[in-house]
């Protein structure tokens, strides 16, 4: 329940203050709580509502763009992003339509890409490229674009990365927890991009 959300939300963003964390990127199907959460207790939070396509539960690209019309504040520590889960739950056209959308309200994109060697694998067979190259071909990268994971970022990639001037958000503990790998953090940082 959204009750549920915002307790969990406040929760989280307690924890992450006390340990001396102050700002999130906060991908999740409840973004209405999660944002009152984090007004509240006061962290800087940027909320992307976890757009799946074909599941009932999970916000679609309209439903993100009505929050963006009435829930983005000038001057507040909160910001609300498009969320693409990643390749394979969100089609083609609701990347290209989700980067639009960024575009028209000029906020920032988060998705998951290339966490496991199958991921990569199933992207490559469906479109002859990588996750990060179809991205790109969506209009998906920038500098408003955070990628969590890129686990299996190759030499390409990571320069494409650094062309566009996206980020990456590696997230070691989700990976080891999952054993999908670890992400090449000291290419991308050399590249300029973790």
């Known amino acids: 329940s959204d009750d549920d959300a915002y307790v969990a939300a406040l929760a989280t963003y307690g ?60 001057g507040d520590r909160t910001a609300i992003w498009v969320g693409l889960h990643d390749l394979e739950s969100c ?38 490229v990588s996750p990060i190259a179809h991205l790109d071909a969506l209009g998906a990268l920038g500098p408003m674009t955070v990628l969590a994971h890129c686990v299996w970022a190759d030499a390409d990639d990571i320069q494409l990365l650094a062309e566009r001037g996206t980020s990456v958000a590696h997230c070691p503990h989700a990976n080891l927890k999952l054993g999908s790998g670890i992400a090449p953090v000291p290419a991308m940082r050399a590249a300029g991009r973790a």
Not at 41 to 57: E, H, K, M, N
């Open 15 to 74: 924890e992450l203050l006390l340990s001396g964390t102050t700002t999130v990127l906060d991908m999740c199907l409840r973004p209405e709580p999660a944002l009152r959460a984090a007004r509240e207790i006061g962290i800087r939070a940027i909320v992307a509502p976890y757009v799946l396509d074909g599941r009932a539960f999970a916000p679609t690209l309209a439903d993100v763009a009505g929050l963006l019309e009435r829930e983005r504040v000038p």
């Open 91 to 128: 089609a083609d056209e609701t990347v290209r339509e989700g980067a639009a959308l960024a575009r028209r309200f000029n906020t920032g994109i988060h998705l998951h890409c290339a966490e496991s060697r199958g991921n990569v694998a199933r992207t490559r067979e469906r479109t002859g």
